[in-house]
């Protein structure tokens, strides 16, 4: 169950609808939103159909809500308008198809300078790249840490684009939130419950990409945790997933797109670049984003993939991206006019 209180509903309203769940047998577990504080009814063994009753007529509660999937907070059951997150220039889940793009890490000034200005020029409104990188091997370069995180607001000053950027614990989270626009956990990390914790109160949005070996239905708990300790600018990216297919790096799971939209309000992103492995790939798996339905398409571009210390072979020319984004120009104008039409009906 969801309780949606009244918007500036009393704090004594707020205890007394909370001191109702308890007597009903449910634990309680409420986000303060900017209007209004939304509660969870978590448990199980108590009369719901009793105590949704009972809080339809108490004071200060606007909508008793029985939802029926696991995830609450980030359910359509919840919210069925779309969550839009505002970062720098982009609205992303709104009438704004955002691409992002950047090096898999930062590497040097020039590099990312030089890839900011290329990509920004080419329509890219996010500038992403690593600079804690989850690498599977101890020996491999690790990332530049601070000193990445500060290129990054390097780039981000010169060029205006907002950054996206990887944390990788939960005790680094503030050093990257003081410098990233929206903060990256990775497929590695998508159940690192104590990072997910963290983020709750961040003040940052945040991009979860999909676990390795991660079912939807995990992809989206882990979302609600996010939500649930505090922090509603959740976007979900599917960057392909292990099967048996060794063809490509990870297998792009382009229905989690469409299957995703159905079940949550939260923004979708499809990363193509670590689900294909191999640039030849990259842009027919983003022109599929686009016309599935993605709210966003997230890309490596390295101005020389051959030298870049990681992912080189997924990573796009700056050419290459401009080719791209050519390619993806009509693709892009039909999206805009579905969310137009979309947004109509749900106005
Ligand atoms: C990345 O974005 O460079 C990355 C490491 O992605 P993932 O966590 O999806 O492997
Ligand atoms: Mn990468």
New binding site residues.
């Given amino acids: 169950m969801i309780i949606s209180m009244r918007a500036r509903a009393s704090k004594e309203e707020v205890d007394y609808v909370c001191e109702r769940i308890r007597e009903f047998g449910f634990r309680v577990h409420s986000i303060e939103g900017e209007e209004r504080v939304v509660i969870g009814v978590v448990g199980v063994g108590g009369d719901v159909t009793a105590c949704l009753e009972s809080l339809e007529a108490t004071p200060g509660v606007e909508k008793a809500m029985r939802i029926s999937a696991p995830y609450k907070f980030v359910s359509k059951e919840f919210r069925r308008e779309r969550t839009v997150i505002r970062v720098g220039s982009a609205e992303i889940g709104g009438d704004d198809m955002v691409m992002m793009a950047g090096p898999?890490s930062v590497e040097s000034e020039k590099q990312i300078m030089e890839t900011a200005e290329a990509v920004k020029a080419a329509g890219a409104k996010i500038l992403r790249g690593?600079a804690f990188?989850?690498r599977t091997s101890p020996y491999d370069f690790q990332g530049m840490a601070e000193e990445g995180l500060k290129l990054l607001a390097k780039a981000r000053e010169a060029t205006g684009m907002a950054i996206i950027t990887?944390v990788m614990s939960d005790a680094d989270v503030p050093l990257v939130a003081q410098y990233a626009d929206i903060l990256?956990i990775?497929?590695?990390n998508m159940q690192n419950f104590s990072l997910l914790k963290s983020l709750g109160k961040c003040g940052r949005p945040v991009m979860l990409?999909r676990g390795l070996s991660a079912t939807i239905k995990e992809l989206l708990m882990s979302a609600e945790y996010v939500v649930a300790h505090g922090n509603q600018h959740v976007m979900l990216c599917e960057?392909g997933i292990r099967t048996f297919e060794t063809a490509t790096r990870n297998t792009c799971d382009i229905s989690a797109i469409p299957v995703l939209n159905e079940l949550t309000h939260l923004p979708v992103i499809l990363?193509p670049s670590?689900a294909a492995g191999k640039r030849s790939i990259v842009p027919a798996l983003a022109k599929a984003g686009v016309a599935i339905g993605a709210d966003g398409i997230i890309v490596e571009v390295h101005p020389c993939p051959e030298k870049a210390v990681s992912?080189g072979a997924q990573s796009l020319t700056i050419e290459g991206f401009q080719k791209m984004m050519k390619e993806l120009k009509g693709y892009i104008e039909l999206w805009k006019q579905e969310r137009m039409a979309e947004m109509a009906v749900t106005a």
């Fill in positions: 898999c690593g990188k989850p990887e990256q990775g497929a590695r990409k960057r990363d670590h992912d």
